[in-house]
């Protein structure tokens, strides 16, 4: 870096006066932050999740300090609309009702135990109009008195996830009911003959 002025002297004689300075290790350590900026933008930008940073104000207010695009892809509301219905306090709307109490409850442990929560509900995607799954873990930072002053969240959607689950759960209903109320009697014994379990008709019939 070099700053140069023009000076005269007495006699009135003009003079360029310089002075030099070795920024090099500025201009590197400006360069490894852009890398670095890149690399987290371009990581941010492939992932399937979408990422937040929310900054609270000690008057209650809110904003967002960073957001990620993929909120449009898992909820279908741009990152504007996204940004006014949590600044609104009207995201809940679109929260299952069913899971909603669920939700505030655990919103509330997480300020009185002051611990990372992660949170299961379904979400009204604005784009299907249909309710998806979806998973969001929640880090929250406190001041000295307690209050949030920000937090740091990750949202997930879980719907095939979920489904599977539910799946299963099916499946293993559905089997019990053919067990139960097979009119045949039904047992099972481990490999030495001990019985585990039967049927209400194998009790009938010994």
Not at 47 to 57: A, R, W
Not at 111 to 120: A, E, G, L, M, N
Request: glycine share 4%; with cysteine; hydrophobic share 40%.
């Amino acid at each position: 870096l070099e700053n140069a002025t023009l000076i005269k002297n007495e006699n009135g004689d003009e003079f360029i006066e310089s002075t030099m300075f070795d920024i090099t290790d500025l201009k590197m350590a400006e360069i490894a932050l852009e890398k670095s900026e890149e690399t987290l933008s371009m990581i941010l930008h492939n992932i399937d999740d979408f990422i937040y940073n929310v900054e609270f104000n000690p008057d209650g207010s809110r904003f967002f300090f960073f957001f990620c695009d993929q909120v449009e892809r898992i909820t279908g509301l741009s990152k504007e609309d996204y940004i006014k219905k949590v600044t609104e306090r009207s995201v809940t709307d679109l929260i299952h009702p069913d899971d909603l109490p669920n939700v505030l409850l655990a919103a509330e442990e997480m300020k009185d135990k002051k611990s990372v929560t992660v949170f299961q509900y379904r979400f009204l995607q604005n784009q299907t109009k249909k309710y998806i799954w979806v998973e969001e873990k929640v880090f929250p930072h406190f001041s000295k008195e307690g209050n949030i002053i920000r937090i740091f969240g990750v949202v997930s959607e879980i719907t095939e996830k979920k489904l599977a689950e539910q799946s299963i759960i099916d499946s293993e209903e559905k089997y019990r009911n053919l067990y139960e109320k097979n009119m045949a009697g039904v047992f099972q014994t481990t490999t030495d003959g001990r019985m585990v379990d039967c049927n209400e008709a194998f009790m009938h019939i010994f």
